[in-house]
């Protein structure tokens, strides 16, 4: 996945939009923000319309307290009611969507004191800190729950099929194909 510019700062216009599927038939409208053409095969960056949530549990005491992403099906099948109400009282309405969850509705302007600096890795490596916006918490079950939502959008990486249908890069194909494109995008911007 990339980060871009928020979709109302992109000197770009959307080329038009896509809607990926995933496995359990859920949908996910995107922009489509970029195409490329290599090697008789199409690849798009795409935007989605709607901007990703994440859902934390927070576990432990004090300034041993850590945030654990929600990646649980059933456990999110038990907290969206609850999310999706406390999210309503902002106008923003919590979506299940394929490959992540969203919201639709104006975002609350950006407080420095909301944000969450999340570090991980992946692969023995540590990956660049994400910042993530605070925009509600609530208790189930005298658990308490956070939703953020990225200060980076998230965007995913796709080929279109013969058919139009985007098919997102597994991340092995995407490592093949990856110094293919940066050497194709490195050559427009010249």
Same mark, same amino acid.
């Given at each position: ?7 109302e700062e ?27 053409? $290599?090697e008789d095969q199409e ?5 989605? $319309? ?27 099948? @038990? ?30 302007? $950006? ?19 994400? @910042? ?59």
């Amino acid at each position: 996945m990339f980060s871009s510019e928020p979709p109302e700062e992109n000197e770009y216009s959307h080329a038009g939009s896509v809607t990926l599927t995933d496995e359990a038939g859920r949908t996910l409208d995107c922009y489509i923000e970029r195409s490329l053409c $290599v090697e008789d095969q199409e690849y798009v960056l795409l935007l989605p $319309v709607d901007s990703a949530v994440e859902i934390f549990a927070w576990q432990g005491d004090g300034e041993e307290e850590e945030a654990i992403p929600v990646e649980d099906e059933a456990t999110v099948d @038990q907290i969206f009611t609850t999310a999706e109400a406390v999210l309503a009282e902002q106008n923003l309405l919590l979506k299940r969507t394929a490959y992540a969850l969203t919201v639709a509705g104006e975002l609350p302007t $950006v407080d420095d004191t909301e944000l969450f600096t999340l570090e991980t890795e992946e692969d023995g490596t540590d990956l660049e800190p994400e @910042q993530l916006q605070l925009l509600a918490s609530f208790y189930y079950e005298e658990q308490e729950y956070a939703i953020y939502t990225p200060l980076e959008p998230l965007l995913f990486f796709a080929r279109l099929t013969s058919t139009g249908k985007p098919e997102l890069l597994s991340p092995e194909e995407f490592r093949k194909v990856q110094p293919l494109l940066e050497e194709q995008l490195f050559d427009e911007l010249e």
